[in-house]
């Protein structure tokens, strides 16, 4: 069965550092990864998605991440945060093989400071 | 475009009182449904899923079930109600792996 682990529980960055948050899955095939994005109180909206092809991935808000299958990772980075980055990040992978069904990390809370 | 409606937003219910949480799709046909349970500083935990109407998987024991009456239509259900069952509860659908997960709103569920 796939599990993602999310080694940091909260990380706190200066508005206009840069980001990277980790995520570690474990799955024996070629895995479907995500990372979504959530608001206080609001459901999850998706950042981006790796399936195949191109190692390194763009999505929606600036944010990108790379797809490492000799580290089984799929860190999500910024070059800039803003405020509005502030937020839960959550990762995701899917099995090609298992409907559309997805398991989710523990989560990562945003903090930026100004 | 598709919308998903879910609802009540808040809830706060007795121990051992009953569960009823309604999630509806709008403008797509037979999507994959899922409920997820989020708990604090436990991510979201997935509890049931449904490829098509009246047939669930769950994904863990648990003092919840699960019904699928009409193809848009989902529904998470208890007969009785635990303190462990306090969450924050999210349906979501989508039409595959390749596809996004697409999540309602979510309800707070608070069992005293």
């Known amino acids: 069965a796939q599990s993602v682990t999310q080694p940091d529980i909260h990380i706190t960055v200066s508005e206009g550092a840069s980001l990277e948050l980790r995520c570690n899955y474990s799955y024996g095939a070629t895995p479907y990864l995500f990372w979504y994005v959530q608001s206080p109180g609001q459901g999850l909206q998706l950042l981006l998605k790796?399936?195949?092809?191109?190692?390194l991935v763009q999505g929606i808000k600036g944010f990108e991440a790379e797809f490492k299958r000799s580290q089984s990772s799929f860190n999500l980075r910024k070059p800039s945060v803003h405020w509005s980055d502030a937020a839960e990040y959550f990762c995701?992978?899917?099995?090609?093989?298992?409907?559309?069904?997805?398991?989710f990390g523990q989560g990562t809370e945003l903090s930026v400071k100004p | 475009s598709q919308t998903i409606h879910q609802w009540p937003a808040t809830l706060v219910q007795p121990v051992g009182s009953p569960l009823s949480l309604e999630c509806t799709v709008e403008g797509t046909s037979n999507p994959n449904l899922y409920w997820y349970r989020q708990a604090a500083g436990r991510g979201l935990q997935l509890l049931f899923y449904s490829v098509g109407i009246g047939q669930i998987s769950s994904e863990v024991p648990q003092n919840l079930s699960a019904s699928r009456p009409q193809d848009r239509q989902f529904i998470l259900s208890s007969k009785k109600l635990l303190l462990s069952d306090s969450g924050f509860y999210l349906c979501a659908w989508n039409k595959g792996i390749s596809s996004p997960l697409h999540f309602g709103n979510g309800t707070r569920l608070t069992v005293t």
């Open positions: 790796y399936f195949s092809g191109d190692t």
């Open positions: 995701a992978v899917g099995a090609g093989n298992q409907g559309g069904k997805l398991i």
